[in-house]
């Protein structure tokens, strides 16, 4: 029996390609797009619909989290009590969640179970009943969250980034303000989800193992309501960042202080995206990253820190982000822009950049295990009308980036300064 030598790492190898699963795509419903991700073993089918109904597409930015949140609290047929225990008995459970730019619902159903959890999920889809009754009840909760929510300094200074860096009346970076709560009404909700939750406003993402029988099911028994002459469009904005630079939200109380440097950044349509990916996991991105090793492990200022390029459907933006004790506040901002600038000043090592690409691989491989998370991965280039060829130029961006490129890119995006400070907390 051969014995393992613990004294010695594994040996690794890079990835030279991926096989990627492309999606069968068919229509059902008049023309709804369904994509099809057939590559389960288990008898388990994750059915996703995504609609173009995100905060932007309502005058308010609390609408459209609360439309979709109430699709669970009753049909016109059936109270919340009753949806909810016919979706358990068959052992199946619903996921909803808005972002800025699309809703979504999601069914998790094992697939003997898919016909009858289908027609419970289509249900709670197009017939919701806004019963003011659990509207107040579900306006309550979220307004408790909300007050619990504001006394966070990280709170304070996510919010106020998307202000200084968006604007403040632009749809990515509007806020949600308490008397907002109290305007909500059914009515609204109602018509925004006649507005958008139609069947010329979504698509759909059905994962697992998908026989012949599910196929035949959605074919045959899915509907999306269709409301004709509604609109389902929005303006796009230009954004309005901040003309002052530093930003401090005070809490007075605050034993920390949660801090964001950033700025507005291409997105993921944008050619240097994969770049900057590259670029922002070496500076924050993973928990080697230079960021970490500097204000957690040398200096001990905080527990964790770490950066973000993140794309949006219209825009991006990058954000280094921590928390520290209000003591250290100006000494982490010194230590960010200093790790900020060095990217600027020069190359990165051979040795830490093949540690970054090993890294960024193996979480790429992660990304596509199983038929969810492969799912997950369709919809995070099909949201941005692109296709698997995007995975394709990942791989090969992070295997054939250099030094040189790296350092380019800091030099074009990271200038310390076009970057916006926000501080919460003490100061």
């Not at 997950?376 to 992070?398: Q, T």
Request: net charge neutral; with cysteine; glycine share 6%.
């Amino acid at each position: 029996m051969e014995t393992i030598n613990r004294s010695k790492a594994p040996d690794y190898k890079l990835i030279d390609k991926i096989n990627i699963s492309k999606p069968e795509i068919l229509k059902i419903n008049n023309n709804i797009p369904l994509f099809v991700l057939n590559s389960g073993t288990e008898d388990v089918v994750r059915l996703e619909i995504v609609f173009n109904a995100g905060s932007k597409y309502s005058e308010s930015p609390l609408i459209s989290s609360v439309t979709n949140a109430m699709l669970y609290e009753g049909t016109k047929t059936l109270s919340s009590k009753e949806l909810s225990e016919k979706i358990d008995f068959f052992g199946a459970y619903v996921m909803l969640n808005a972002d800025r730019d699309y809703a979504q619902a999601t069914l998790y159903s094992l697939g003997k179970h898919f016909a009858k959890t289908l027609e419970l999920f289509t249900d709670l889809i197009n017939n919701p009943s806004f019963a003011e009754h659990e509207l107040n009840i579900l306006l309550e909760n979220k307004v408790q969250k909300y007050k619990i929510d504001e006394q966070k300094v990280k709170t304070l200074s996510a919010k106020k980034f998307n202000e200084v860096v968006f604007g403040k009346k632009h749809y990515y970076g509007r806020n949600i303000q308490l008397p907002h709560f109290g305007l909500i009404n059914s009515q609204q909700l109602n018509d925004f989800h006649t507005r958008l939750y139609n069947k010329n406003n979504c698509k759909v993402i059905i994962s697992g193992k998908i026989t012949d029988n599910i196929l035949k099911e959605l074919q045959n028994n899915f509907m999306i309501n269709d409301f004709e002459n509604v609109s389902n469009s929005y303006v796009l904005q230009n954004i309005s960042p901040s003309t002052q630079k530093k930003h401090f939200v005070e809490k007075a109380d605050a034993v920390q202080s949660s801090i964001r440097i950033g700025k507005p950044m291409v997105n993921k349509n944008h050619d240097d995206f994969i770049g900057l990916q590259i670029l922002n996991t070496i500076l924050g991105g993973y928990f080697g990253s230079r960021l970490m090793s500097n204000l957690r492990e040398d200096k001990g200022y905080t527990y964790g820190v770490g950066s973000v390029v993140a794309s949006l459907v219209d825009y991006g933006f990058f954000t280094t982000v921590c928390e520290v004790g209000s003591d250290y506040t100006k000494s982490a901002i010194t230590e960010i822009y200093k790790e900020i600038q060095r990217l600027i000043d020069e190359p990165v090592g051979l040795d830490e950049l093949e540690r970054v690409k090993n890294y960024m691989l193996g979480d790429f491989l992660r990304s596509f295990d199983g038929p969810f998370a492969q799912a997950e991965a369709f919809r995070s280039v099909n949201d941005f009308n692109l296709d698997e060829k995007y995975f394709e130029k990942f791989l090969e961006i992070v295997k054939t980036i250099t030094p040189n490129k790296i350092q380019q890119l800091a030099v074009k995006y990271l200038q310390p300064h076009s970057m916006y400070e926000i501080v919460a907390g003490k100061y």
